[in-house]
């Protein structure tokens, strides 16, 4: 871990001689008195790589979750320290240790309200990442405390503790006037950790499609249901999603980029779909039939409202029905994924990767050439 005392302005060779005793002792140096709890790993060296040292010290907070897996993976491939506060069972982030060499990987527990805790993960890094989210509410924690509360604290704490750079992962359609309470939460919190930390860099992405999103497998399981409710047909609806591991690197750029303070990212896909015209590609990769229907917002509102009574993650809920239903908004005067110096990822690229194990074993090994793309929308 890197001590909390910086080392930006210490030439490297007095560090390193402070590090290995050559003869200068430390009263006589009142430089080598001030740094002296200084950590050689906070210094860059060593070629790029894992086994390398990037000078990096972040704090994810929700690494265990969709994009956050992809983040520390990125993090952990050049060379970064990374703390990880998690809530869950130690057995649950057992697929995070391999992404860091050894000891870069720190693994700590948190209480999301528990200021102490949140202090203890971010008083020796240089960044902090916060992921953290839920896709519905539950007993203990409301959108309001995942999306406001805890973000809030976080980037105070965060402030406090002298951290470099704050990032706070929002979504693109985050707006105080829309119609689902999950987008709503989202632009309080914009607006709440803008207020706490004003340097903070916020990254606004679309929906996200990967190997294990709750976009793209959502559509393709909806097969088990003998067809696909889509509210207008879904023809009112346009998505441009993005692909998360792009996400996980403009995050990373981010953290490179020296002038990103401050700055708010809209991160989004290649080209704009139509909803109907975006599942129906999904099915054609998958080489099942696509049997859509028609279904009104309170009939749809009425079958999430049972998923939401099962005690265990539910499938859909009624916000999870009008989010997936909002029109993916624009937004020219925001820097994006070029901005950040990565070429977004194309859906017709990368969908195979996510709906092949959804195949029967007929077409497990088809080619996805052989499924037409979705039109883009150009002038919507």
Request: glycine fraction near 6%.
């Amino acid at each position: 871990m890197a001590a909390s005392v910086r080392c930006q302005g210490v030439p490297y060779r007095l560090l390193l001689l402070s590090r290995a005793g050559y003869g200068i002792s430390a009263s006589t140096s009142p430089l080598l008195q001030q740094q002296r709890e200084v950590h050689y790993s906070v210094i860059p060296h060593g070629k790029s790589g894992r086994s390398s040292v990037s000078g990096i010290v972040a704090t994810v907070f929700g690494a265990t979750g969709f994009l956050g897996r992809y983040v520390v993976c990125r993090l952990g491939r050049i060379g970064s320290q990374v703390v990880i506060p998690y809530r869950c069972d130690p057995y649950d982030i057992m697929y995070l240790r391999p992404m860091g060499d050894l000891g870069q990987l720190q693994f700590m527990e948190w209480n999301a309200r528990d200021k102490d805790s949140i202090r203890r993960a971010v008083e020796h890094s240089d960044v902090v990442i916060n992921l953290v989210g839920k896709e519905w509410e539950t007993r203990n924690f409301r959108f309001e405390d995942v999306f406001v509360n805890i973000p809030r604290d976080i980037a105070r704490l965060s402030r406090e503790a002298g951290v470099e750079k704050f990032i706070h992962v929002s979504h693109l359609n985050a707006d105080l006037r829309s119609p689902s309470k999950y987008l709503r939460n989202k632009a309080a919190g914009e607006k709440a950790v803008r207020e706490e930390f004003p340097d903070a860099i916020i990254m606004k992405p679309a929906e996200m499609f990967g190997r294990e999103d709750r976009f793209f497998n959502y559509y393709a399981n909806m097969r088990w249901f003998v067809g696909v409710p889509l509210i207008s047909m879904g023809k009112k609806t346009l998505k441009q999603p993005v692909y998360v591991s792009d996400v996980a690197k403009a995050i990373i750029n981010a953290i490179k980029e020296p002038d990103a303070k401050g700055k708010t990212y809209a991160l989004t896909g290649v080209h704009r779909y139509v909803l109907y015209d975006l599942v129906q590609y999904l099915y054609t990769v998958l080489h099942r039939g696509f049997l859509p229907y028609p279904l009104p917002r309170p009939l749809y509102h009425l079958c999430a409202r049972f998923f939401e009574a099962s005690p265990f993650e539910p499938w859909t809920t009624r916000d999870k029905v009008d989010r997936f239903h909002v029109t993916d908004m624009r937004f020219p005067d925001l820097p994006g994924l070029e901005d950040l110096g990565i070429t977004a990822t194309p859906v017709e690229q990368k969908a195979i990767e996510v709906l092949r194990r959804h195949r029967t074993f007929r077409w497990l090994e088809a080619e996805i050439e052989e499924a037409k793309p979705a039109k883009p929308v150009t002038n919507m």
